[in-house]
């Protein structure tokens, strides 16, 4: 990881407490109740980037994710759910983030999920699986906790909850050797 990417990462993760706090209280502080539902999510296409890195979420198989922070026009776009975990768990997040999406991928297909969003602090998620994402492994985001156990039967992994995730699950130090693309 070069220096501004590195720099881009620490500045990246300033956004992770206030925004778990924001998402386990979505209609409070003069937020309209339901924030996430009138907020839609904005589907990626071949220039959409990873806030954190620059990668192009389109090259890259697995769920990818999206964050609509309170005063920012556009979503801020994860490659993968694990970077989208470890800027929400981070301890210096400062920006209220008022809907968090994650792709179904129940519906989406593993190599290259288009659409299917849904709201990340209702899905359900299988930790530890088999299955890559953009950085190696990721944490498959579900819809239906019927296609979460049968991911899981499949592929291996814990079925969780989003507020049973934890920081400790989704340390990104050394997500890059597993990267096996060339």
Request: net charge negative; proline share 3%; aromatic share 8%.
């Amino acid at each position: 990881m070069t220096c501004s990417c590195r720099r881009r990462h620490i500045l990246g993760g300033l956004a992770a407490v206030t925004a778990l706090g924001a998402l386990g209280g979505l209609t409070g502080c003069g937020e309209q109740g339901g924030s996430a539902q009138t907020l839609a999510p904005v589907e990626i296409d071949r220039s959409t980037s990873c806030e954190l890195d620059g990668m192009l979420l389109s090259d890259y198989p697995g769920p990818k994710a999206q964050v609509h922070y309170a005063g920012q026009a556009q979503p801020s776009f994860f490659c993968d759910t694990v970077e989208l975990f470890n800027t929400l768990l981070a301890g210096e997040q400062v920006r209220a983030a008022k809907a968090v999406f994650v792709q179904d991928m129940g519906k989406a297909k593993w190599e290259q999920p288009v659409g299917h969003w849904i709201d990340a602090k209702t899905a359900i998620y299988v930790l530890g699986s088999k299955r890559h994402g953009s950085m190696g492994p990721t944490i498959a985001s579900f819809a239906q906790e019927a296609d979460a156990v049968k991911f899981a039967a499949e592929y291996g992994g814990k079925v969780l909850r989003f507020g049973e995730i934890t920081a400790d699950m989704v340390d990104l130090s050394g997500a890059a050797l597993h990267d096996t693309r060339t």
